[in-house]
């Protein structure tokens, strides 16, 4: 059975930083991409970031600014999201994404989410 569980999410005060983590079981984690998704409250999913299966080509939305990191272990079965600077629009519940075999930008299985709040 595929699982993918996020960890890491919590409150922060903006400007403030935060890793976000990611355990997959149940398939070959180096095989596939793996990407990040978030909902803020009230909005539609936003994709966020987006690593090929080896780490050695990754993809980030614009809008972050360069911000986000995203980056993998293989050897840990763990996808992670470094959050540095956070703004209050970057509060949202975070999700894992398992990439379907062979594709990058269509996914089959989620985690159940990790919530990050950026308020003072």
């Known amino acids: 059975e595929v699982q993918l569980v996020e960890s890491g999410g919590g409150l922060v005060q903006p400007g403030g930083s935060l890793r976000l983590s990611c355990v997959g079981s149940?398939?070959?984690?180096?095989?596939?991409?793996m990407s990040w998704i978030r909902q803020a409250p009230g909005k539609g999913l936003e994709w966020v970031s987006t690593?090929?299966?080896?780490?050695?080509?990754?993809y980030d939305r614009a809008s972050m600014e360069g911000r986000f990191t995203i980056s993998r272990d293989n050897a840990k079965n763990t996808l992670y999201l470094q959050m540095n600077s956070l703004k209050s629009d970057d509060t949202a519940v975070y999700y894992c994404v398992r990439g379907l075999p062979g594709s990058t930008w269509y996914w089959d299985y989620w985690g159940q989410g990790t919530q990050v709040t950026v308020s003072s």
């Open positions: 690593i090929s299966w080896d780490g050695g080509v990754t």
């Open positions: 149940g398939f070959t984690f180096e095989g596939v991409a």
